[in-house]
């Protein structure tokens, strides 16, 4: 795939440097939705490739960019099942997505944060989780900080597992990150490109997971910043509601089946 972008002049009939836009090619030919004060962009490709074009007017610059993709082999998205192929349609799984249980403070631990272990009330909901869900568990995740290993301890072994680390299920630290893309010029909207940037690192991983065990159950053990931003992401990606929040000792259950996302607040006193 190669991609560029150039500025140039763009007149009101959506015509770039005083050529008109391509509005019909062999390859593929599409309108896109605009405003009055932007031209309409098209979709344009050369006989031998299918691309995407985009042109967008501001001040009298256009900006351009284009995508060549051989023409054989690109389809064009179809709604939102695009989202859905992040997991495989043929994949039927139960993740439990566990916040870690109670900490210590952060304000009085003088240590490196991912030492920072659970509290004494923290280490009983650990060890009710491990008796809730028993030996019925085929794989357990974790973040690599202390306090979500320490939460799910219990309950691998209660299955006779290890606890596997997984580090893109860490803590999205204050959305900060991508650096380039939370700093400068995008700063008013930084939390929210860090949140997306967490919720796709902590989807891939579950994607990963969901694949490796088909047909099984599955735990990870993740932070109260990553997991409300990835389980946001797939609510809106899925088009299913978003659970009750729950507090620490509970967890969500994801349920995908052909394709098809359920998620669930699940508490020690329900029913597994």
């Known amino acids: 795939m190669r991609s560029g972008a150039m500025?140039?002049?763009?007149?009101?009939?959506?015509?770039?440097?005083g050529a008109?836009?391509?509005?019909?090619?062999?390859?593929i030919s599409c309108g896109v939705l605009s405003t009055n004060s932007i031209p309409t962009p098209w979709f344009a490709a050369p006989p031998l490739f299918a691309g995407i074009s985009v042109q967008a007017c501001a001040g009298g610059m256009a900006w351009s960019t284009f995508l060549r993709i051989p023409a054989n082999s690109w389809t064009p998205p179809?709604?939102?099942?695009?989202m859905r192929r992040m997991f495989d349609n043929a994949c039927t799984v139960v993740l439990d997505l566990v916040p870690h249980c109670s900490?210590?403070?952060r304000e009085t631990w003088r240590g490196h944060d991912d030492l920072r272990p659970l509290s004494e009330e923290?280490?009983?909901?650990a060890d009710v989780l491990a008796?809730?869900?028993?030996?019925?568990?085929?794989?357990?995740?974790?973040?690599p900080s202390l306090r979500c290993r320490q939460s799910v301890v219990p309950l691998a072994k209660a299955s006779g597992?290890?606890?596997?680390?997984?580090?893109?299920?860490?803590?999205?630290?204050?959305f900060g990150e991508p650096a380039a893309w939370t700093e400068g010029v995008f700063r008013p909207i930084g939390p929210s490109l860090g949140g997306a940037w967490a919720a796709g690192r902590a989807l891939g991983a579950l994607v990963e997971i969901a694949a490796r065990h088909q047909g099984g159950h599955a735990v990870a053990c993740s932070h109260?910043?990553?997991?409300?931003?990835?389980?946001?992401?797939?609510?809106?990606?899925?088009?299913?509601?978003?659970?009750?929040?729950?507090?620490?000792?509970?967890w969500y259950r994801l349920r995908l089946e052909g394709g098809s996302l359920s998620m669930t607040a699940l508490r020690p006193t329900d029913t597994v």
């Open 103 to 105: 900490s210590s403070p």
């Open 131 to 143: 008796e809730v869900f028993g030996a019925g568990v085929d794989a357990v995740y974790s973040s």
């Open 78 to 82: 179809a709604g939102p099942g695009m």
């Open 161 to 174: 597992l290890a606890v596997v680390d997984e580090d893109r299920l860490r803590e999205a630290r204050g």
């Open 7 to 17: 500025p140039s002049r763009c007149g009101r009939s959506g015509q770039r440097d």
């Open 20 to 27: 008109p836009f391509a509005r019909n090619s062999p390859a």
């Open 224 to 250: 109260g910043d990553t997991l409300p931003a990835v389980l946001t992401y797939l609510a809106a990606a899925h088009g299913c509601p978003l659970p009750p929040v729950v507090g620490r000792g509970s």
């Open 122 to 125: 923290g280490m009983r909901q």
